[in-house]
């Protein structure tokens, strides 16, 4: 059985939004988000972070 990952890397986390490292890079240096955790130099994003993240950003067409 294989468990999935909790804890994204920056490639990881910019992988699983399809965007650029860069684009989180930015975000983190203007404050804004995705919520992150900082370990020493170590730049980790939790998956359902990433995931109401997704959901803040979605565009309701129905009103």
């Known amino acids: 059985m294989t468990q999935e990952k909790r804890l994204l890397n ?4 910019a992988q699983y939004l399809n965007l650029a490292q ?3 890079h930015n975000y ?5 988000p995705p919520n992150y955790i ?8 939790e998956k359902i972070e990433l995931d109401q ?4 950003n979605r565009v309701n067409l129905n009103g």
């Open 10 to 13: 920056t490639k990881e986390a």
């Open 53 to 56: 993240f997704i959901e803040s």
């Open 22 to 24: 860069q684009t989180l």
């Open 28 to 32: 983190r240096f203007n404050r804004k």
């Open 38 to 45: 900082k370990i020493g130099r170590r730049v980790l994003y």
